[in-house]
Nanobody, 115 residues
Framework: QVQLVESGGGLVQAGGSLRLSCAAS????????MGWYRQAPGKQRELVAT???????NYGDSAKGRFTVSRDNAKTTVYLQMSGLKPEDTAVYYC?????????WGQGTQVTVSA
C-alpha cells in the first residue's frame, strides 16, 4: 500500500515562501506521476505541479513562475518550493502519486497566506 507523508505547510505572509515535502513509501510498480494538487474552500481540487514518469514537469497556471517542483534522486520524495505567495494560494495542499493507474493521496497540509 502506497503511503504519502507530507510536511512543510503553515502560515506565511503574502510575498513569503514555503517549502512542502512529500515522502512516498510502499511503491512496488513504479511511479507514473508524482506531485502536488491543492483545494481551497468551496473550490475543486486543482493541479499545482507534477512530474510524469519521464521526468517532465507540468504546472498549473497559478503556479507557473512562482512555484518549483523537484524530487530526490530516489524519486520517492517530491518537494514544492513556493515563493511570491498570495492570499489566493491559501488551500490544503495534497501530495499525489499515480502508480499502476491507481491514485494515492496524502492527508493534506494546510497553507495559509495572510494579506
Amino acid at each position: 500500500q502506497v503511503q504519502l507523508v507530507e510536511s512543510g505547510g503553515g502560515l506565511v505572509q503574502a510575498g513569503g515562501s514555503l517549502r512542502l515535502s512529500c515522502a512516498a513509501s510502499g511503491i512496488r510498480f513504479g511511479i507514473q506521476a508524482m506531485g502536488w494538487y491543492r483545494q481551497a474552500p468551496g473550490k475543486q481540487r486543482e493541479l499545482v505541479a507534477t512530474f510524469n514518469s519521464g521526468g517532465n514537469t507540468n504546472y498549473g497556471d497559478s503556479a507557473k513562475g512562482r512555484f518549483t517542483v523537484s524530487r530526490d534522486n530516489a524519486k520517492t520524495t517530491v518537494y514544492l518550493q513556493m515563493s511570491g505567495l498570495k492570499p489566493e494560494d491559501t488551500a490544503v495542499y495534497y501530495c499525489h502519486v499515480l502508480e499502476r493507474y491507481m491514485n494515492y493521496w496524502g492527508q493534506g497540509t494546510q497553507v495559509t497566506v495572510s494579506a
